[in-house]
C-alpha cells in the first residue's frame, strides 16, 4: 500500500531545488503566518506544527534526501484543486471587504484507477404513510438496484418504522431471485423512527467496512423522526469517522428537511428532495450508478486563515449543491467522481495587511482514495492575491458570478423562511416576491409561480405550505449546480 | 461599505450580489456609463404578482418598439426574453435590443439596462440594475422588481424613451 506524505516544500512553499537559505527564509515566513500566537485561527497550530515539522527534515541534507525518494514514490497527485478568485487584486481600504474563491477539485490523469466495489446499504422507510405508490416505487427502485450489482459489492437492505429489520443482511446478492423476493414481502406499518432505521443500517455496513469500498447508506423516508435527532446526528459522526457516507432522501412534504440536511452534509452525503414517487426510481438507480465512478469518499477541505481573514461561508456548488456545515472543521465537501469536479464556493471577509501581496489562506484539500484503499491523500496550496491602490475594473469571472447569482437567490429563500419562523410576515412576503421577479428575469418562471403563489397565501392567511416550501428550497438549490456537459 | 442602489442594504465592498434584495453590485465602480442627474426615488407603490392571468397580453411576434425621435418601429419576435441596452465590446452577452446607434450611452442607456419578458399572461420588464433606472409611463421602477407593460406604454431607459405596441407590422 502506498502512503500519502504532506508535501513539505509547498508546506514552505519553496521549490524542490530550494537551497538550505531559501528553506531557512521561507519557514521564518511561514511561521509568521501561522503561530498561534498571532494567528487565532482554531487550526492554525496544526499548520504551525507541520511548518516545523517540514523545516526539521528540509534543514538535515540527510532527512531531506529520504524524504525525496519517499515522496517520489508516492507518485503524482490523484486529485488537485483549481482556483478562480473573484478578482485578480485587492484594493488597500481601511474596511473589511469581500473576495470570493470557487475552489474546483479535479481528478488528474494519474487517477485513473479501477471502480471501487460498493457496500451500500438501502434504509427504507416503511411507516403507514408509504402505504401505496410511496413503498411500491422504492421497492421497484431497490430491485432495479439489486439488478445493476456486481459480483464484488455487498448489498444490504433495513427496512424500518417503529423498530427497525434487516430484511437482506450485508452480502454479495449472489441469489438475486430470492432477494428480489425478500424485497416484495416489505409491508407498510407503524410510525417513523429514524434512529433504528440509521443504527441498524449502519451495523449492516460496518460488517463489510473497508477502505477500497464506497461505503454508503441511503435513507430513503418521508416521514419526521421525533426526540431522536441529536442521537442520530451523533452516529452520523461516528459513520463520518469509518468513511460511511450517508445519503437522505425525503419523499413528499412531511420530512424535517433541515435535518436531512444536517445529517447528509456532517457525512459528506447527499441530500434531496424527491417531490413525487414517480421519480424515486430514477433518482434512486442514478444516485447509486453515479457512486461507481467515485476516486475519493470523505474529501475534506482545511481552510486556515491568515491574520485578518475570516472565511464567512462555503457552499458547495458542484456536482450537487449543497450546503457545507460552518461548525466542522476541515469541512466536509463529499465524494469526488473521477469524471466530475467538485466545486466549493469560499467567501472570506479581508481586512488588507501592507505589503504587495495579501496571504488569505492556506487550502489542504484531504480525501480517502478508494482503489488504493489510501486514506488521508492531500494537497496543499495558499490562496493570495496582489494589493493595489487602484480599483479594478474587470468584471468577476462568468463561473462565480453564475454561482452566487444563483446561490444569493437560494439565501434569499432561506432569509424568508427564517421571516416567517420570526413572525414577520410583511418581511417574509417581500422576500418571496423579491425572489419571484428574480427568478422570472432568470427564466425560472415556474419556480416564480410558487414563490408568488406562497407570497400570496402567506399575505392572506399567515401560512405557508410545507410543500412550496420545500419545492422552493430545494428548486432554487438546483439551480447553483452548473448545467451538466454531456461527455 | 457600499450601499445597494435597490434596497440600500450595506454590504462589504467586493460583495457581488445584495444578500437582500439580490440585485448584482460589481458594476457600482465599474459602470462608465454617464451619469444623469435626475435624482432616483425610492418607489412606494407596491408591485408583485403582476404576471398572473387576467392582463391583456400580445399576440405571439406581435411586439413592436419604436424609438421615439427616430423613424424606426423594431419587430421582436421568437424569444420569451429581450436583453435591452447597449452593445459593448466589453459586453458578455450582446443585447437583443441594441441601443447604441440611438445615441445610448449619451442619453443614459447601461450595458445591460432592461430584460423584456413575454410569455403566454402578457409582457413585462424588470430593470437589471441600470445606473439611470428605468420608467414606465413616468414611474421609476425597482430594480429586479417585474412590472408589466401594455399596449402603448411609454418606457425610458436612463433619457432615451421609446414605446411599446402589440400588434402586427403594418399597424
Known amino acids: ?487 | 461599505m457600499i450601499i445597494c442602489p435597490n434596497c440600500r442594504h450595506t454590504e462589504y465592498p467586493g460583495t457581488l450580489f445584495c444578500s437582500e434584495c439580490g440585485a448584482r453590485l460589481w458594476e457600482l465602480s465599474a459602470e462608465e456609463t454617464a451619469h444623469l442627474t435626475d435624482s432616483f426615488k425610492q418607489p412606494t407603490q407596491k408591485l408583485g404578482s403582476e404576471l398572473l392571468p387576467g392582463h391583456t397580453a400580445p399576440m405571439a411576434g406581435s411586439i413592436a418598439i419604436r424609438i421615439q425621435g427616430s423613424p424606426d418601429r423594431l419587430q421582436l419576435t421568437g424569444k420569451a426574453e429581450y436583453l435591452l441596452g447597449r452593445g459593448d465590446p466589453k459586453n458578455e452577452v450582446p443585447p437583443d435590443l441594441d441601443l447604441g446607434p440611438y445615441n445610448g450611452q449619451q442619453m443614459g442607456v447601461s450595458r445591460r439596462h432592461a430584460t423584456l419578458l413575454y410569455n403566454e399572461f402578457g409582457l413585462g420588464i424588470v430593470d437589471l440594475g441600470s445606473t439611470n433606472g428605468t420608467l414606465v409611463n413616468g414611474r421609476l421602477l425597482t430594480v429586479g422588481k417585474l412590472q408589466t407593460l401594455r399596449d402603448g406604454d411609454e418606457i425610458k431607459l436612463g433619457k432615451l424613451a421609446l414605446n411599446v405596441y402589440f400588434g402586427p407590422e403594418n399597424q
Open chain 1, 1 to 487: 500500500m502506498q502512503q500519502s506524505l504532506p508535501d513539505l516544500y509547498a508546506c514552505l512553499g519553496v521549490a524542490r531545488s530550494a537551497t538550505l537559505e531559501e528553506i531557512r527564509q521561507a519557514f521564518r515566513q511561514a511561521a509568521r503566518r501561522f503561530h498561534p500566537d498571532g494567528n487565532p485561527d482554531p487550526s492554525a497550530s496544526e499548520e504551525f506544527k507541520l511548518i516545523s515539522h517540514s523545516y526539521d527534515i528540509l534543514s538535515d541534507p540527510q532527512r531531506r534526501t529520504e524524504y525525496d525518494a519517499l515522496f517520489e514514490a508516492a507518485g503524482m497527485p490523484l486529485f488537485v484543486p483549481q482556483l478562480i478568485a473573484s478578482r485578480n487584486q485587492m484594493l488597500r481600504l481601511n474596511e473589511p471587504q469581500v473576495i470570493y474563491f470557487l475552489v474546483d477539485i479535479r481528478a488528474t490523469l494519474w487517477s485513473n484507477l479501477p471502480d471501487p466495489p460498493l457496500n451500500i446499504c438501502l434504509v427504507i422507510d416503511r411507516s403507514n404513510s408509504m402505504q401505496g405508490p410511496r413503498l411500491e416505487q422504492v421497492k421497484s427502485a431497490a430491485r432495479q438496484i439489486i439488478e445493476g450489482l456486481n459480483a464484488e459489492d455487498t448489498f444490504s437492505i433495513v427496512a424500518f418504522s417503529d423498530r427497525a429489520e434487516v430484511i437482506v443482511p450485508a452480502q454479495p446478492v449472489v441469489n438475486k431471485a430470492a432477494t428480489l423476493n425478500k424485497v416484495a414481502a416489505i409491508n407498510p406499518g407503524g410510525g417513523t423512527e429514524i434512529l433504528q432505521g440509521l443504527l441498524t443500517g449502519l451495523l449492516e455496513i460496518q460488517r463489510n467496512l473497508n477502505s477500497k469500498s464506497v461505503n454508503h447508506l441511503i435513507l430513503l423516508t418521508d416521514g419526521r423522526t421525533y426526540g431522536d435527532e441529536d442521537n442520530c446526528m451523533l452516529l452520523a459522526t461516528l459513520a463520518e469517522g469509518d468513511s460511511i457516507t450517508v445519503s437522505g432522501l425525503g419523499i413528499g412534504d412531511e420530512w424535517n428537511d433541515s435535518f436531512l440536511d444536517q445529517l447528509a452534509s456532517a457525512t459528506g452525503g447527499e441530500s434531496r428532495y424527491i417531490s413525487s414517487p414517480a421519480v424515486v426510481t430514477r433518482l434512486l438507480t442514478e444516485h447509486v450508478r453515479g457512486m461507481a465512478g467515485t476516486l475519493a469518499q470523505r474529501l475534506r477541505l482545511q481552510v486556515t486563515c491568515d491574520p485578518g481573514v475570516n472565511l464567512k461561508s462555503a457552499f458547495k456548488v458542484s456536482p450537487q449543491a449543497q450546503p457545507v456545515p460552518m461548525d466542522l472543521q476541515p469541512l466536509r465537501i463529499g465524494s469526488l467522481r473521477r469524471d466530475e469536479p467538485v466545486s466549493v464556493l469560499l467567501e472570506f471577509v479581508v481586512r488588507t495587511s501592507d505589503g504587495s501581496v495579501q496571504n488569505l489562506a492556506r487550502l489542504t484539500v484531504i480525501g480517502d482514495v478508494l482503489s488504493l484503499g489510501r486514506p488521508d491523500e492531500r494537497y496543499m496550496l495558499d490562496l493570495q492575491t496582489k494589493l493595489t491602490e487602484a480599483p479594478e475594473m474587470t468584471p468577476p469571472p462568468l463561473a462565480i458570478v453564475n454561482a452566487l447569482d444563483k446561490l444569493t437567490l437560494y439565501r434569499l429563500q432561506e432569509k424568508a423562511w427564517a421571516a416567517v419562523d420570526e413572525g414577520d410576515v410583511l418581511k417574509a412576503t417581500t422576500r418571496l416576491e423579491t425572489l419571484a421577479t428574480r427568478l422570472i428575469a432568470d427564466g425560472e418562471g415556474e419556480l416564480a409561480k410558487v414563490a408568488l403563489a406562497e407570497a400570496y397565501r402567506l399575505g392572506q392567511t399567515r401560512q405557508i405550505s410545507a410543500e412550496a416550501r420545500k419545492r422552493i428550497k430545494y428548486g432554487t438549490r438546483a439551480l447553483i449546480a452548473p448545467p451538466k456537459s454531456k461527455p
